[in-house]
């Protein structure tokens, strides 16, 4: 997540700001691993810590799976959801909670 202090600059009398990509966090130090993205039928999880909850939203922030497994890795059936772009939250027994783009075919 984009949290430090945006760089500003001024060129010739034009300021701007750098900005973030994004506001869901993709990079390597994310929690959760998810593959393969894009998705067809299975989708795997895989996380270092336990992976107390999972909850997957549509883009219209309607939830469309719930799972609690408790367990390092979980497998979502994902062929019978909806084509496009999800989003995929997912909360370990730290209480860390990270959320992650995933396409599905």
Same mark, same amino acid.
């Given at each position: 997540?984009?949290?430090?202090?945006?760089?500003?600059?001024n060129?010739d009398?034009?300021?701007?700001?750098?900005?973030?990509?994004?506001?869901?966090?993709?990079?390597?130090?994310?929690?959760?691993?998810?593959?393969?993205?894009?998705?067809?039928s299975?989708l795997?999880?895989?996380?270092?810590?336990?992976?107390?909850?999972?909850?997957?939203?549509?883009?219209?922030?309607?939830?469309?799976?719930? $799972?609690?497994?408790?367990?390092?890795?979980?497998?979502? $059936?994902?062929?019978?959801?909806?084509?496009?772009?999800?989003?995929?939250?997912s909360?370990?027994?730290?209480?860390?909670?990270?959320?992650?783009?995933?396409?599905?075919?």
């Open positions: 997540l984009c949290m430090d202090i945006l760089p500003e600059w060129l009398g034009i300021s701007w700001v750098d900005e973030c990509t994004s506001g869901i966090d993709s990079s390597e130090d994310s929690e959760l691993l998810i593959f393969p993205n894009p998705a067809s299975i795997y999880l895989s996380s270092a810590k336990l992976i107390e909850e999972i909850v997957v939203y549509n883009l219209l922030g309607e939830m469309i799976y719930l $799972d609690s497994p408790s367990k390092f890795q979980a497998v979502l $059936d994902v062929s019978a959801w909806q084509k496009g772009l999800c989003f995929i939250e909360i370990t027994s730290d209480g860390v909670s990270s959320i992650s783009k995933v396409v599905i075919n």
